[in-house]
């Protein structure tokens, strides 16, 4: 067996637990140090360590991981950035003219991976003491695609465009307007047809320091698209984008292999790496330990094993249980229960834009839905019913006991997580349903030890949704819950969700541009539309089906159901059955017909 420690230095804090897992390593108490110290921060010596898992029981603060492996598995690892530190076994393939996509957990290696074939990162084949050099690389993948790919590479004969996964950094590296920045990278001559398609002429003089993350990701997008390159790296593209404008980056993206380009993208929404991808890579393992690349896959087989959790030509089950989704009939009236809500017509009037919300309700037990474009009122209505924002008229909501997750969040309270959510949930915090429903699916019981300024993106997300359903409520209201979280993540926190409105017969609304986890969450839909900037229109509550093929019929996007699995899938544009649906005015809710 190959052992993998990984040691994480951020948690490790050896003061204040008297270094409990060195006390407690057998190998220690024969006087041979597994475990040693240097710089008030464990090290593990992996050829000397056991596997025993006791100092992983001990440390207080879970900062360590000890992994067995299969000795096989060896041989293939690609890179490791030092001791104690996460491993990555295998890499992605690149084709031409083929959209790989990559789907996989949150720190599982599909960012290092798209690092390494970037260039950004030099494989290690995990000898991070003495690097091999490229022909040693070469050799090591003699025989494959990655041969080639990593010898045009050290002869600097391959062209590489990188979109990076942080957008929101680009404004400290680059300067300048938007327009400026596009225009210098226009190698391709482009420009003109990608601003039409990505919508970025309005974006043209503002500075790159004042625009959004939506505005931020398009530009990156469009920056990378109109380098001339070989090969077209993106890691996570759809982040900060409203569905249309995820469906625009998809087909910008795309275009690229009519040209014959290699294009490889990470990305955790479903349904766009289902309507990207011609092929998939799944990512397994454990997040922040080490992760492994499976062969390629069709692009409908590779989500599906995902979602199975099984691997079946390489006979390895990373996942205990399926993520499954249920098919949901269509419901032509709603009798959850008794109304829980009720608001006439709506408006709020700003210097530069204007909400009309139509008359509507909710009842006992429901969660509604919220789709629409960015930048056409679904967070200023969302406001209003928590009553943060008083309508025209100094109309103010807040005759409800409410529970609000904003868009944006920060960790602007001073202590660990565990002591934020104890001063929230209060008596519920210890209770065994605590632990089963909200605890478990969202993962919470690793970071209750962190202070909330040291966790990350994803991570503060998850506490921000985990702090909004511990609140006793009425209503509960969550604006986009799925940014920064990956697929199993989001299913998870929509799983959560349900459970917690369903066991207090409470009510929701849940403000979310993926189609997929929007599908699993509600119970009815609220389209929004209008003009982003200028107008907004929120039309009333109505059934999925319905709130579905409004929406989408807008896009100019069909969905039809897997029949394995019943997730929604994104038909191709112009595919027989994508200009069936839209003849029959069907554009959500078709069976697929492939056994």
């Known amino acids: 067996m190959t052992r993998v420690a990984v040691i994480d230095l951020d948690k490790c804090k050896p003061k204040r637990c008297n270094r409990l897992c060195h006390h407690f390593c057998p190998i220690v108490r024969t006087r041979i140090e597994a475990i040693r110290f240097e710089n008030d921060k464990a090290v593990i010596v992996e050829s000397l360590c056991t596997g025993c898992g006791i100092c992983v029981k001990k440390c207080p603060f879970k900062a360590i991981a000890i992994v067995n492996l299969p000795d096989e598995l060896e041989k293939d690892c690609s890179h490791r950035f030092g001791e104690n530190t996460f491993k990555l076994y295998r890499l992605p393939t690149p084709f031409p003219g083929m959209v790989v996509g990559l789907l996989g957990q949150n720190g ?3 960012t290092t991976a798209l690092k390494i074939l970037s260039g950004e990162i030099k494989l290690n084949l995990g000898n991070y003491e003495k690097p091999p050099e490229w022909n040693e690389i070469i050799t090591h993948y003699r025989g494959s695609t990655l041969q080639d790919y990593f010898q045009k590479m050290s002869e600097n004969k391959l062209k590489i465009s990188h979109k990076p996964q942080y957008v929101d950094k680009i404004p400290k590296a680059v300067s300048g307007k938007a327009g400026e920045l596009l225009e210098k990278v226009n190698e391709r001559k482009k420009l003109e047809k990608i601003s039409e398609q990505l919508e970025l002429k309005q974006l043209w003089n503002r500075p790159l320091d004042v625009l959004s993350g ?52 990470a990305e955790h929404d479903l349904a766009i790496i289902d309507y990207l991808s011609d092929q998939i890579c799944i990512f397994y393992g454990e997040p922040g330990v080490y992760g492994v690349v499976s062969s390629v896959h069709g692009v409908r087989t590779g989500i599906n094993i995902y979602l199975e959790g099984y691997i079946p030509d390489e006979n390895v089950r990373f996942r205990k249980e399926a993520i499954i989704f249920h098919e949901k009939p269509p419901r032509t009236s709603f009798d959850i229960g008794e109304t829980q ?8 009037t700003y210097e530069e834009f204007k909400l009309v919300a139509s008359p509507g309700e909710i009842k006992r037990g429901e969660i509604i839905g919220i789709l629409g474009p960015n930048g056409i009122g679904k967070t200023t209505f969302v406001k209003i019913l928590a009553g943060i924002e008083e309508a025209d008229g100094g109309v103010r909501f807040g005759e409800l006991e409410v529970s609000y997750k904003p868009q944006y969040i920060s960790a602007e309270y001073e202590g660990t997580v565990q002591e934020l959510l104890k001063s929230v949930a209060k008596e519920n915090f210890t209770s065994s349903w605590y632990k089963t429903e909200i605890f478990h699916p969202l993962k919470i019981e690793p970071l209750l030890d962190r202070n909330l300024i040291e966790l990350s993106g994803g991570e503060l997300q998850k506490i921000a949704i985990a702090a909004c359903l511990s609140r006793k409520a009425q209503l509960y209201l969550l604006d986009e819950p799925s940014a920064y979280l990956d697929v199993e993540e989001r299913l998870n926190m929509a799983r959560a969700i349900r459970r917690v409105i369903e066991t207090n017969n409470v009510t929701a609304f849940v403000v979310e541009h993926d189609v997929v986890a929007q599908d699993f969450i509600a119970d009815r839909l609220m389209v929004f539309t209008g003009e982003p900037g200028v107008k907004g229109t929120a039309n009333p509550p109505t059934s999925l089906r319905d709130g579905m093929n409004m929406f989408l019929k807008d896009m100019k996007v069909t969905f039809r159901r897997d029949p394995t699995t019943k997730r929604p899938r994104v038909n191709k544009e112009n595919s027989k059955l994508d200009k069936f649906q839209k003849q029959i005015g069907e554009y959500y809710y078709v069976r697929e017909l492939r056994k």
């Open 108 to 110: 599982i290696g599909k």
């Open 341 to 348: 809500l009720k608001w006439g017509q709506i408006e709020k």
């Open 214 to 265: 939506g505005e931020l990701q398009r530009v990156a997008v469009a920056a990378a698209i109109c380098r001339e390159a070989d090969v077209y790296l993106f890691d996570e593209p759809s982040s900060y984008l409203d569905v249309k404008q995820r469906l625009e980056v998809a087909r910008a993206i795309r275009s690229l292999k009519d040209e014959e380009k290699t294009v490889i993208v």
